[in-house]
């Protein structure tokens, strides 16, 4: 059974800007689901879903249907209703995997889940360069140890989450900052992972390694349905314990 993959975008800069959407004329969102599709081909079920569409695209249904969702936000994060963050928290700590994607940090719904303000220093115009500081984890796998973003917008440190329960990536830019680009946690059935590379007047989303560690993230953070077992009731007696069939 293929892993069924929501990918959500704000899908805003894409109508507004020229510039982004000369890069991106699928928007965003349909450049990330193009990735996950070129690296993992029929293990994965990809469908979109965007801010501007009723219920933000993600009905009952769609999120019920959904093993991981990636999740790109920047400008209209305030947007976002409150119960539609609800019901994917509630599905992330259900088990569905949640892959959140460069100034979806501020999203309501990371937020939530981290629990801190996830706040970081940033400017623009810069070039990235990406270390792989964890090569067993199975997010790197087929990434090099060293790759350059020529074109990206710079996070720093200090970034205000929880301490990762693994880091993957670390990155660090032209005017000698460093940051914490690739973060894995796990919050109740759920796993999460952020990766920060993505700003949307580049065409990071193009990037092969870039495509590569989110098709990685997929499959890390999916989390197969459990079997069903059938179960029986059992009684304490004096003779010990003995199931609801065994009983006179």
């Given at each position: 059974m293929p892993i069924r993959v929501t990918v959500w975008g704000e899908n805003y800069h894409e109508q507004k800007n020229e510039h982004i959407r000369k890069i991106y004329p699928n928007g965003l969102h349909g450049a990330i689901a193009e990735g996950i599709k070129s690296h993992l081909g029929e293990?994965?079920?990809v469908r979109t879903a965007t801010q501007d569409q009723d219920h933000h695209g993600l009905t009952d249904d769609i999120l019920e249907q959904t093993d991981v969702m990636t999740w790109w936000g920047h400008v209209q994060h305030h947007l976002v209703d409150d119960?539609?963050?609800?019901?994917?928290?509630q599905r992330v700590l259900s088990g569905m995997g949640l892959i959140v994607?460069?100034?979806?940090?501020w999203s309501k719904i990371f937020v939530k889940l981290m629990g801190t303000t996830c706040a970081l220093r940033w400017r623009d115009d810069d070039s990235e360069t990406v270390f792989?500081?964890?090569?067993?984890?199975?997010?790197a796998h087929n990434v090099p140890p060293v790759f350059h973003i020529p074109e990206q917008e710079m996070y720093g440190e200090?970034?205000?989450?929880?301490?990762p329960d693994e880091l993957v990536f670390l990155s660090s830019f032209k005017g000698g900052e460093v940051f914490r680009s690739g973060?894995?946690?796990?919050?109740?059935?759920?796993?999460?992972?952020?990766?920060?590379?993505?700003?949307e007047t580049y065409p990071v989303y193009h990037q092969?390694?870039?495509k590569q560690i989110i098709a990685n993230a997929v499959k890390w953070?999916?989390?197969p349905p459990k079997p069903r077992y059938a179960t029986s009731t059992c009684v304490h007696s004096p003779l010990g314990w003995m199931s609801g069939s065994e009983q006179s």
């Open positions: 293990e994965a079920e119960a539609i963050v609800a019901k994917v928290y994607l460069h100034s979806g940090h792989t500081v964890n090569p067993g984890h199975p997010i200090y970034f205000d989450i929880p301490q973060c894995c946690f796990t919050r109740g059935q759920g796993r999460i992972f952020f990766f920060s590379p993505g700003h092969d390694e870039v953070s999916y989390n």
